[in-house]
């Protein structure tokens, strides 16, 4: 019997990449990634929703799942989306697949032929960026502020490009709680984007994985709901409101669009996941969002205060998002936060660099802390032991708190 | 607010393809997909398994999951194919990923540029046809018998193409009861190919889905065990012991393969679902397949007195696989299956025509019928019902039983 003595590296793809496979690793103060709470996953009402489910129409695990998942749960986001995000839309035109990554992906090869040019935030959910990246797009960043994407500066960016050969074909945006920087579009400038997207004809990407996590002020109307145009894809997800784990997202497009994106997909939706979310959610949806929004809350409290105790006067900022798992830092420039990573994670801290979500490239004196997997206390430990981390390893010209 | 006024068309990738949403319908007795016995579905041990793991590492599921899916069923996955198909693999070289459709994906991603020639059984697996055909392969069917693949006649063909210009890179196979015709290749025939894929410099993909649903003879020894020198690349799944809106499958790869294959996922694998199948699976896995095989058993014994019963004598002639959920029917040549596809379903039969599953072109006269999923009562009625509506549109020369 032969011993690895066949030969294939001249029969791999071009399109393959010799990539190492990413094993989450996690730190002792877990920031790294916009995980939710594990005490808040609902895992009692899951099997009893899947358990229930089962016993009414289990045996339909027989069949291959339809393209679109289950009827039952794309009705539950219908009218959640009517209730919570404004706008009506027929079931048939939402497909549930294996995650808001899965939906973001078949919408992206929906639309981009390599070199076509993207706008996405300043700074962007390095998640997306990448996959928009591994198409071929040519990724910008469009400048921002504490309210997210500034309209005459994406206007400006958008002559630019045009002028230069490169014309944008869609602008990705989170307009609720922007990944990284936990920023929300005002109303007024959802309006100027649309109208912006009109009027040099690209397609808009609405992201709203996380509109459901707000503790306080108001949502504010989504691009679906101010524009049914068919200009508007909605991308959602499960993830945070329930769960990564469960691998369940949507996408909510025009039919055309909507059977393009679907041409794209490999496998069906996870049948038996959707049966367990539906029921749940049909059960005790907004009893649970109030519950993860209490518990994230003081999170959020613990890691502001931690911040200003422990990287007051070093010349550190940080935003103040009103939900959310996450929020974005901002060290002094000379400081190297993608240097730092392996090293506070050594030391016991978790957290990702702006680097991976910067399209310009830039970033690499920010970092993004999610707030959402540990205790407010572990919060405020972890936040205090990057602070000393960074001390220790020369990033401050003042110590912090000195 | 506008309607409908954005005319998306000019923005579509060149890749996407409109295509019709394919809604799964099930006819009265329905042959169409090889789905399991409904009844056969372990609903309340996937319950209880999945209450348990829940209990002791639910918490887990707050993570976002290993692109290879979770440890415990890899290793599970890896005893497996060392008790069951002769080959020792370390659970690092085994990716568990959302269906085995997904799995047959991310290798041929790994492996096929446009336009690079792939060689498969004459009749074979319309799903990963389609895959083939979806990025650009140029695929040939290679002729077969009863004991499927002929291997003088596969390197004949290989020397043709390879004449042409159009030198073969891979070859995929199910070795184990081949869908759709039944068959099985012998462990000589094995051999016989591994050696001439090597002189030709070809990767082998051996898809065995099916090799757990033998209820008589002997299972042959796998590709994978006969040759461990990285030629060979292993699918399964558990669509088949299990249920298919289960969706898990995997692929057994060496390290670059596995690597380059998973560059290709856009989303990981079913956490939930990966606890309920492994618990489940790690408590009653073999009293589970032999539970199913009893029960197909009499299915597979009723399609074949059916089709004698009522195809006799019109030149009709069928497989008698020893193990699956399927079997081939061969009309007489003038009989256009495809054609009388919807008229059957009509009538409450639903099958495909062998046109889907042909490399070639050919099969319009062929039937997949699959019986895996109708009680044995219904498999005999809707044989005959088949045999009826052909008869009553003039497919025989000679009627049924006459």
Redesign the interface.
Known sequence: ????????????????????????K?AKYDFA?A?????S?P??G??DA??SM??KQ???????????GIPELRELIAGKLERDDGFKVSPDNIAV???S??AN?LVI?????PG?TVIMEHYVYSGTLA?FRKVGADVVGTPMDDDSIIPEKLEALIERLTAEGRKP??LYTIPEFQNPTGSTLPTERRKAILDIC?RH?M?LIEDECYTDLRYEGETQESFRS??????VTYVGSFSKIL?????LGYFVA?D?????????R????????SL?VYEYLNREMYEHIDHINGLNRPKRDAALSSLGENFGGTGTTWTSPKGSLYLWVTFPEHVNATELMPIAFEAGVGFNSGASFAPNGDGDHCARICFG?ETPEKVRDGIALLAEVMDREGSFKVSPGA
Do not use: W
Request: hydrophobic share 35%; proline share 5%; glycine share 4%.
């Open positions: 019997m032969a011993t690895k003595t066949f030969d294939l590296s001249d029969l791999y793809s071009e399109a393959s990449i010799d990539t190492e496979i990413r094993v989450p996690h990634t995980q939710p709470d594990p005490s996953i895992l009692k899951l099997t899947l358990a089962l016993e289990g045996t339909d695990l027989a069949y291959y799942p339809d393209a679109r697949v294996n995650g990554a899965e992906f090869k929906a639309l981009i032929n076509d996959q074909k869609v009109h004809h397609a101010l524009d049914d145009s068919g200009i769960a990564p784990g469960l691998r025009d055309e669009l909507l059977r393009r994106a679907l041409s794209f490999h496998t069906g939706t996870n049948h038996l996941t367990a997997y």
